[in-house]
């Protein structure tokens, strides 16, 4: 008797923040963001500037993912998952401080550069005293015009 009201209590409370929790994803719009739309971006007011210098970059025709998340299907959606709990987090609590890209962000946004523009800077970036130097230190917008 008494193991089943702990059962039962315990279904319950799992029950609850699943429909909480799929909830909210519905109503925030979560789904969009296992897509390439840059729109789902906007879905966080404070993404909208960063929308708005992209559409008039000149990297218009990259999606956000293209710069910002890894190629592979894993690292993919491992890093929206990242972010999306760090930004949530964030938002949520108010701290819209706290650094807006991290180190592990900055190592994929400069992944992704050198695939697209390898051709162009490969060989500047073979040379020993610049492979530390990343793109965004004089790129500092890179896909955006603020």
């Known amino acids: 008797m008494k193991n089943s009201i702990v059962y039962s209590l315990f279904a319950i409370a799992v ?3 699943i429909g909480i929790g ?3 994803f519905w109503y925030a719009r979560g ?5 390439d739309d840059p729109e789902a971006c906007v879905n966080c007011h404070i993404m909208r500037d960063n929308f708005d210098s992209w ?14 998340t890894a190629h592979d299907v894993f690292g993919k959606y491992l890093t929206k998952l990242r ?34 523009h390898e051709p162009m800077v490969g060989m500047l970036f073979q040379a020993q005293e610049l492979k530390t130097m990343r793109c965004t230190q004089c790129h500092l917008t890179g896909g955006h015009v603020f």
């Open 55 to 68: 559409i008039v970059s000149s990297h218009r025709t990259v999606t956000c993912n293209d710069c910002h």
């Open 22 to 24: 799929g909830f909210t």
């Open 31 to 35: 789904y969009s963001y296992l897509s």
């Open 83 to 116: 972010n999306g709990i760090r930004h949530s987090a964030a938002f949520t609590f108010h701290e819209v401080q706290v650094p807006r890209t991290t180190k592990t962000s900055l190592d994929i946004i400069q992944q992704n550069c050198l695939r697209c």
């Open 15 to 17: 029950g609850a923040l």
